[in-house]
């Protein structure tokens, strides 16, 4: 499996999890968060469902947007062996590089804001939130900077094309080209 597909589904993951118990129950969200045992209003109650509905559609159309899943009308149009790619001119995925750089920008603004909650209040929770979402925008980071299309690795030798010899010197691909290595 690709890493592109286990980013694209550890995001959808990750917001699933979040999602689940706002929708399960916001009476017991609340009463975690509440300082004094009560249940929830109904406004309440609305926005954690919501909140809940929103994480879970936005797992979705990280899937769908980045080409995890083929939206296509049969198999043989799905022939790329390797599944997706980031390439914008891929008819299959013309939205795989935005969905990927705004799933990635909202993990680092929540590993951010989940390191500072962990600080302020040192509550455990937010150190177990901190490491998920800065995994996954490490890792959605990786994916735009490596896993792109726009990558020069070479189909007969699989070596990235982009390589120099500075500051240090290739001596395997000297030898190849007949140059002194130093």
Known sequence: MDVFYYYTFGTASWLAVQA???????TLIVAILSPD?????????????SLGI???TMGILAILLTGAIPLTSSFSDYDNNLGTTTDPTDPKTPYAMPA???????????????YTLWLRTGVGMFSVSTGAAGSLAALGVWCI??????????????????????????KGVDKKKGKKAL
Do not use: C, Q
């Open 20 to 26: 689940i118990p706002l929708l399960a129950s916001p």
């Open 37 to 49: 045992a009560r249940h929830a209003t109904p406004l309440e109650e609305y926005f954690a469902r």
């Open 145 to 170: 900077l490596f896993a792109t299309s726009s990558g020069r690795v070479s189909g007969r030798t699989g070596a990235d094309k982009r390589v120099s010899g500075w500051p240090f010197v290739n």
């Open 100 to 114: 990927l750089t705004i799933t990635t920008l909202y993990h680092s603004l929540m590993a951010f804001y989940s």
């Open 54 to 56: 929103a994480l879970i």
